[in-house]
């Protein structure tokens, strides 16, 4: 593995390089993102990082029922604010 700082390189495995002591990034193995210490997953093409082991996240809801969500509670959050100024000020 190559040091981003001082480009020497260094045997796989290590965690920091050998030369000047920077923290070594892991590379997601199918597209080459930079990954973190703790990344599970590859945050740019989703692949698992190392073993078979992890379980994949399931999706979210779609975003058209995230927002129809949002837009529907909106009539109510406004109706307890309403509510709340108005024992506010009884």
């Known amino acids: 593995m190559i040091c981003s700082r001082c480009c020497s390189e260094n ?4 965690r920091f390089c050998e030369q000047c002591g920077v923290a070594l990034e892991a590379r997601c193995a199918a597209c080459g993102r930079a990954l973190r210490p703790t990344a599970r997953f590859c945050g740019a093409c989703g ?8 379980v994949p996240v399931p999706p979210g809801p779609a975003p058209e029922a995230a ?10 959050v406004q109706a307890a604010l309403e509510e709340a100024e108005r024992l506010r000020s009884a």
């Open 11 to 14: 045997p796989e495995g290590n």
């Open 67 to 76: 927002l129809r969500q949002t837009f529907l509670a909106r009539p109510r």
């Open 47 to 54: 692949a698992a990082v190392g073993g078979t082991d992890a």
